[in-house]
């Protein structure tokens, strides 16, 4: 006989306990363990009224935030939806089944206005970056840097031209506000100016980093650590690479600043095996860069390449093949000269009269009356780079450099971030940090949640 649940009126009292509910093995149960955001009234408390209304608790919405960043959940709408009906986030944000959820407006409001002026997400994110640390998964040997596109909120068909000022009253959205206000304070983005500007989101550099059509984008720039695949620190830039490379310096400097952490050495891509920036990591930071060299001086067309001439450091002079030498300098001076370019070279040059006679010239230098040899101001630190790449720890660098990638590919696949909802620089740096601190702790959950890793275990104190 098939039976009836049939009951006459609903119960008067349910036995109910969230604890209960969540199995011990879900994600959210190990990002707990690790988040500690005890901290974040005190960071906040100059940025509160202490009359008035009381405010929305300001840990619940962080713990909002990173359930949505750790879940690829990007609308606020959406995500308050989802708190309100998954049990599992509602214990996390510590909210009872009886709980209201904050409104998705509320997060515009904090987000655009005392969260950002308090800096609270970077607090966040170098809060659980301190929780990696303490749990032994930052080793500070070796660091790994890159940097990829990301897709800005702004219609790639839709331009201004570049000189044209006329921005409408008020300086239109918030995102033209912040441009025309670097603009001012003269920080704009350096280099060539952009051939074209998003009327949206000026600040977003048009790029085409992809096999398809060109785009508005920024681009996020990690820097990790090899241990663990931790990241140590974020920025945001416009998707222009003499920008994100010299975002090295800036997390680099911030690392050992917060957390007195200097790596060993640093590993990239060829983009920053720059020699400016190979000489700032070798002469200024003692950090070896384990980074492929720009290699300009090697000639595909049979003649002799800078590698054929000796540098000699004392002399300060080049000797060609045939033992003559390329002076910086062939006459003296009565003011004294460097000899340095603008693009920070030196130029040795041979006499015509050696290059005149000489039985390699047409191998050397067919088409100029005497051979030059560029050298730069940082080939010092290039020569490192040399004899770094015959080294096992080069070799093994080159495929710790995959960690970073991964990161990427992890944040655009599950994280859902292949294209911002925020605008401007500010909103980039929001976005961006949120995910790079939702990617620690997942990380940490995964790999500590029950018991560490055998090979981090004696790091761990």
Known sequence: MMGRDEKDQS?????????????????????????DLSDLHDHLASYYSHTGRPSIDPELMIRMLIVGYCFGIRSER???????????????????????????????????????DAEAFRFVFEQVLQRCIAEGLVGGEGFAIDASVVTADASRRRHR????????GGGGTRA?????????????????????????????????????????????NYLIDT???????????????????????TMINRVEDRFEITPQRLIGDTAYGTAEILGW???????????????????SDGTLSRSDFVFDAEADSYTCPEGKQLKRFHREFRKPRTGITKA????????????????????????????????SVHEAARDVVRRLKETDEYRQSRK???KVEMLFGHMKRILKLDRLRLRGMTGARDEFLLTATAQNLRRMAQWLGTDPPAHLAAAIP
């Open 11 to 35: 119960e008067f009292f349910y036995a109910f306990n969230l604890e209960d509910l969540v199995p011990d093995d879900h994600l959210l149960r190990g990002i707990d363990r690790f988040l």
């Open 78 to 116: 959406r995500l308050c939806e989802e708190v309100k009906l998954n049990l599992a986030y509602r214990w996390f944000c510590r909210l009872s089944i009886e709980d209201t959820v904050p409104d998705h407006s509320t997060f515009s409001k904090n987000r655009h206005g005392r969260f950002r």
């Open 161 to 168: 031209q570049d000189d044209d000022d006329d921005w409408g």
């Open 176 to 220: 033209v506000r912040e441009y025309l206000a670097a603009l001012d304070e003269a920080t704009a983005l350096t280099g060539k100016p952009a051939r074209r500007v998003s009327a949206t989101d000026p600040a977003a550099r048009w790029t085409k980093a992809s096999a398809g059509p060109a785009f508005y984008a920024y681009s996020t």
């Open 227 to 249: 241990d663990a695949g931790i990241i140590v620190d974020v920025e945001p830039t416009a998707a222009y690479r003499p920008e994100e490379v010299n975002a090295t310096r």
């Open 281 to 299: 990591m070798v002469d200024e930071k003692a950090i070896e860069p384990h980074v492929p060299l720009w290699e300009k001086g090697e000639r």
């Open 344 to 375: 920070n070279t030196v130029n040795y040059r041979a006499s015509e009269f050696d290059c005149g006679h000489c039985p390699l010239k047409a191998r050397c230098c067919p088409n100029t009356p005497s051979r030059k040899v560029t050298r």
């Open 400 to 402: 710790d450099r995959k």
